[in-house]
């Protein structure tokens, strides 16, 4: 067996790195790029500007400020409520989609998956239409096709709420995760990848 070699990918982090599949016939194929940065912060000087003047470094990441969030709490609080555009047809699919989405907040308490914060629409007590970020893209879906939520035989509405907020807070994964997407965006910039750690690359 052949030695592998060791590479430290933090010096690599500029780069633009390709996605590789094979189609049926065995034809490799060079899909969307993604790209990857570190965004752990430290105690030193460089890092007062790195959390933008709106937070601290705590076990390398930035703990924000109130009113303030993101990796580097670079964005302040978000809207407390997402409309389409009345010219907009909407979400048209076999199933009905709410037009409104309210921020998600689990005990007063912003959820957010990827740094983004989560939007919900709660047709049913514990049923919710969700709009998440994936680390490059927006997505909707929906409670029963969130696989892995652990939403199964759950029937109060306070406990189904809960789990969803565990489950983006701290389990999602774009890639890992299984949910089914309803609607997907074009991508959008840069990926933020994040580790099963809970650090973002």
Same mark, same amino acid.
């Given at each position: ?7 430290? @990918? ?6 633009? /790195?390709? #996605? *590789?599949? #094979? ?7 060079? *899909?969307?790029?993604? /790209? ?9 000087? =460089? ?6 003047? +709106? ?13 303030? /969030? ?22 048209? !699919? ?15 308490? =912003? ?9 919900? +629409? ?33 029937? !109060? ?8 907020? =565990?489950?983006?807070? =701290? ?12 609607? @997907? ?14 650090? +973002?690359?």
């Amino acid at each position: 067996m052949s030695k592998t070699r060791h590479v430290l @990918i933090l010096i690599l982090r500029h780069l633009l /790195y390709f #996605r *590789i599949v #094979r189609n049926p016939q065995q034809q490799e194929i060079t *899909i969307d790029f993604f /790209y990857m940065e570190c965004f752990d912060c430290d105690l030193s000087e =460089q890092w007062i500007s790195e959390c933008n003047g +709106h937070g601290t470094c705590s076990d390398a990441v930035c703990q924000c400020d109130e009113g303030r /969030y993101g990796l580097r709490c670079e964005f302040e609080a978000p809207c407390a409520e997402l409309e389409m555009d009345v010219r907009f047809a909407g979400f048209e !699919d076999e199933r009905e989609w709410s037009r409104s989405f309210q921020l998600f907040e689990d005990e007063g308490q =912003q959820i957010n998956a990827y740094s983004r914060p989560v939007y919900v +629409h709660e047709p049913r007590p514990g049923t919710f239409d969700i709009v998440f970020f994936t680390g490059r893209r927006w997505m909707a879906t929906h409670t029963d096709v969130l696989l892995s939520a652990g939403l199964t035989g759950v029937d !109060d509405p306070a406990e189904r709420r809960q789990l969803v907020a =565990q489950y983006f807070s =701290q389990h999602f994964h774009a890639y890992w995760s299984d949910f089914i997407a309803a609607f @997907i965006t074009t991508p959008l910039g840069k990926l933020l990848l994040k580790t099963s750690a809970g650090h +973002h690359l």
